[in-house]
């Protein structure tokens, strides 16, 4: 009963923060919540053996970063090339720019995106990125930087109507 409550306690205490994180990876807030459930599901069941209480935060981001890859993986493909680029459209409301980092972050590669938002959103340094997602710290150097290339050029400041 004791590890029941404990492991209660951690969700209810870091739920938000590991809700906020599961939403920067799937870009949708019903996936994030599927995501998170999933994630806790996984903890749950390893919590005895998780001695370090103080990586829980890491052994959850790093499930879920796991579950993320292998849903994404399972989707088909549904969006398509084109040799034409849509028009994009002229927002002059800075209130958009929160909604178009967010929609930036979503077309972003699976890898690319869970580097930025570990890196950004999580703060984690390279090496604790390269330790949770298995890759060496000169790949995070360079996922993040592509990552934060294409952000840049989806962010462009396009001109005003004025």
Same mark, same amino acid.
């Given at each position: 009963?004791?590890?029941?409550?404990?492991?209660?306690?951690?969700?209810?205490?870091?739920?938000?923060?590991? !809700?906020?994180?599961?939403?920067?990876?799937?870009?949708?807030?019903?996936?994030?919540?599927?995501?998170?459930?999933?994630? !806790?599901?996984?903890?749950?069941?390893?919590?005895?053996?998780?001695?370090?209480?103080?990586?829980?935060?890491?052994?959850?981001? =790093?499930?879920?970063?796991?579950?993320?890859?292998?849903?994404?993986?399972?989707?088909?493909?549904?969006?398509? /090339?084109?040799?034409? !680029?849509?028009?994009? /459209?002229?927002?002059?409301?800075?209130?958009?720019?929160?909604?178009?980092?967010?929609?930036?972050?979503?077309?972003?590669?699976?890898?690319?995106?869970?580097?930025?938002? !570990? =890196?950004?959103?999580?703060?984690? $340094?390279?090496?604790?990125?390269?330790?949770?997602?298995?890759?060496?710290?000169? $790949?995070?150097?360079? $996922?993040?930087?592509?990552?934060?290339?294409?952000?840049?050029?989806?962010?462009?400041?396009?001109?005003?109507?004025?």
């Amino acid at each position: 009963m004791g590890n029941h409550e404990e492991f209660r306690e951690y969700v209810v205490t870091r739920g938000p923060a590991l !809700l906020r994180a599961a939403h920067q990876l799937t870009g949708n807030p019903s996936d994030a919540e599927d995501l998170l459930q999933a994630a !806790l599901a996984k903890t749950y069941v390893a919590w005895d053996r998780i001695q370090d209480r103080s990586s829980l935060d890491g052994y959850v981001r =790093r499930a879920m970063v796991n579950i993320n890859i292998s849903w994404w993986r399972r989707r088909k493909l549904q969006e398509y /090339p084109s040799d034409e !680029l849509p028009e994009v /459209p002229l927002q002059q409301d800075v209130r958009h720019h929160h909604e178009d980092l967010e929609r930036a972050l979503e077309r972003l590669p699976v890898r690319q995106r869970t580097a930025i938002v !570990l =890196r950004y959103y999580e703060d984690m $340094t390279e090496p604790e990125i390269a330790k949770a997602l298995g890759i060496s710290i000169g $790949t995070v150097k360079s $996922t993040v930087s592509r990552g934060m290339a294409k952000l840049r050029g989806d962010m462009a400041v396009q001109p005003s109507l004025n």
